[in-house]
């Protein structure tokens, strides 16, 4: 089979890795870099590929791609993202889908239209830890999925805050749009659609619009319950960066972030142990305690792998445009639920 041609859009920070990735996959071939900043140039160089200003010139080019990635500022996800479709490239956008649910829908329906391969970068969905557990839940090894309890809680520096990124103390940099967006998308991928969402906001303690914390209940369609504690404000070790240990700036803790009830056992995340009576299922027997096994691997590659299998129709997209913009419907959802002491329910959507 020929190997799936890819350019890369946008050159700043998570451009080059999603590049290199692509660079050393055995199905990919990267024939481009679109960037109009110097650093664009300077990475094709580096990786001895075509260079382009725009995605107007690339597409007008004999380096037309089937695919493209895109790592451009989020603002510009739905225009980069129409033009390329448009162009029929298939797309890996990076998150989030959109900024707002208005030009999220107007993009879905539009790539419909298109029929491109859209994907959507939750690379989560990828991390080892939750590929063991999504098949540890789908096994159905701890039975029918009765309740979930997630735990995202750490302590960001006050300079995170500080210029040039003080947007971060606004409306829209809080911890529901930045980091409960990543917890949903993991919500979604385990357990499916939610239903409704109540929220209890936390104490904030830094004086800035941008909320710092709540507590979350959610109800899934297949009638799973969850809860949900998330904060930036606290010294924690509980959270899905500190517990698998993927992003190398924050220390690995290894300590449970994810608690999941079936009817026939609980596991936790990311130890992957599995808790199951033995013997007779009651309170009064003995515990064993399983072990699930985690192979190591590279979330990024394991990505750029399925979008090209994903492309050649040879697995179902994971991370749909849907799934893409339904994190987002229920950030906002959790935004309302914030502001008014509501429980808010969802528009009915698919994954
Ligand atoms: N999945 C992850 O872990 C992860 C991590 C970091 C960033 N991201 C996402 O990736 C995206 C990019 O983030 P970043 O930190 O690399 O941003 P960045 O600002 O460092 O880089 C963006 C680059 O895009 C270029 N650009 C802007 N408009 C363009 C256009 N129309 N065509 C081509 N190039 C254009 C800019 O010149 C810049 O070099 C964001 O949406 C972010 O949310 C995801
Ligand atoms: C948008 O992109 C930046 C990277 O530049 C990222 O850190 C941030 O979380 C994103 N913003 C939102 C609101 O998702
Ligand atoms: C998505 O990818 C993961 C990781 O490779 C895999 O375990 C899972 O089965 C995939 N899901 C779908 C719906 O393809
Ligand atoms: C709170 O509720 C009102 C009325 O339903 C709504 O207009 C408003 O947008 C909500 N607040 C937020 C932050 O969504
Ligand atoms: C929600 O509750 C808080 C704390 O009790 C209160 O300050 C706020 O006014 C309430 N908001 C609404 C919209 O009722």
């Known amino acids: 089979m020929s190997k799936v041609k890819f350019a890369v859009i946008g050159a700043g920070l998570i451009g080059p890795r999603h590049a290199r990735t692509v660079a050393a996959d055995p199905d990919a071939e990267l024939v481009a870099i679109v960037d109009p900043m110097p650093g ?4 094709a160089s580096e990786l001895s590929t075509a260079h382009y200003k725009s995605i107007a010139d690339l597409v007008a080019s004999p380096d037309k791609p089937d695919a ?9 996800h739905v225009p980069v ?4 479709s448009d162009a029929g490239i298939n797309i890996l956008i990076e998150k ?7 030009s999220g829908k107007n993009l879905l329906e539009h790539l419909g239209k298109t029929g491109v391969t859209a994907l959507v970068g939750h690379h989560r969905r990828f991390n080892p830890y939750m590929v063991a557990a999504k098949k540890i839940v789908d096994s159905g090894k701890i039975g029918t999925i009765i309740a979930i309890n997630g735990i995202w809680t750490l302590y960001k520096p006050d300079d995170y805050f500080q210029p040039p990124t003080e947007w971060r103390q606004s409306s829209t940099g809080g911890v529901i749009l930045i980091n409960m967006i990543h917890e949903v998308d993991l919500l979604h991928y385990l357990l499916g659609p939610i239903l409704t969402v109540h929220a ?4 904030s303690r830094r004086g800035f619009v941008a909320e710092e ?13 969850g809860t949900f504690v998330i904060a930036d404000n606290v010294p924690s ?3 899905f960066e500190s517990g698998t240990g993927e992003n190398p700036t924050i220390p690995k803790t290894g300590a449970d972030f994810y608690r999941i009830f079936g009817t026939e056992a609980a596991l936790s995340v990311p130890d992957m142990s599995i808790w199951s009576h033995e013997g007779v299922k ?23 792998r399925h979008f090209i299998k994903a492309i050649r129709g040879q697995e179902k997209p994971n991370c749909t445009a849907q799934a893409g913009l339904a994190a987002l419907m229920v950030c906002e959802a959790i935004r309302t639920a914030l502001d008014n002491n509501s429980t808010e329910t969802l528009e009915p959507y698919e994954l």
């Open 237 to 239: 070790p509980y959270n």
């Open 81 to 84: 993202a129409t033009e390329l």
């Open 40 to 43: 664009g140039a300077k990475l």
């Open 213 to 225: 914390g709540a507590a979350l209940t959610f109800r899934f369609k297949s009638g799973v319950v």
């Open 282 to 304: 009651t309170w009064l027997s003995p515990f064993k305690k399983e072990t699930y096994p985690v192979q190591d691997a590279v979330p990024f590659e394991l990505q750029v």
């Open 96 to 102: 989030p889908f959109s900024t707002d649910i208005p």
């Open 68 to 76: 493209a990635i895109i790592c451009t500022p989020n603002h510009t």
């Open 200 to 203: 209890e906001k936390a104490i």
